[in-house]
Nanobody, 126 residues
Framework: QVQLVESGGELVQAGGSLRLSCAASGRTFSTYVMGWFRQAPEKEREFVAAITWHGTRTDYATSVKGRFTISRDNAKNTVWLQMNSLKPEDTAVYFC???????????????????WGQGTQVTVAS
């Protein structure tokens, strides 16, 4: 069992930056693919970024590529999402998720992930 707790969401002006954190419990965190998703009001949950268990491979949604960076530290059981050049359309609840299969296939689909955090609100004002 893995528990995920996100933090770092807040209100920020357009063009600003935020760093989201996801703290994980459980000894097997280091073997999981980790992902970030977001969900805006009345919209479906969408993929943002993912990182392999060893951190050597990442993937991003087209809408955030070049602006967001996902990273992890397995020794600290933490994954981060650095968000730069934020836009109002980035406003959403951001969720951290863990895929225990350790495979990168299916990383963009919410159904692939086994564990989810409670989410943290990011609001970007224009």
């Amino acid at each position: 069992q893995v528990q995920l707790v996100e933090s770092g969401g807040e209100l920020v002006q357009a063009g600003g930056s935020l760093r989201l954190s996801c703290a994980a419990s459980g000894r097997t965190f280091s073997t999981y693919v980790m992902g970030w998703f977001r969900q805006a009001p009345e919209k479906e949950r969408e993929f943002v970024a993912a990182i392999t268990w060893h951190g050597t491979r990442t993937d991003y949604a087209t809408s955030v590529k070049g602006r967001f960076t996902i990273s992890r530290d397995n020794a600290k059981n933490t994954v981060w999402l650095q968000m730069n050049s934020l836009k109002p359309e980035d406003t959403a609840v951001y969720f951290c998720a863990a895929d225990r299969t350790s495979e990168f296939v299916g990383r963009t689909y919410p159904g692939t992930y086994d564990y989810w955090g409670q989410g943290t609100q990011v609001t970007v004002a224009s």
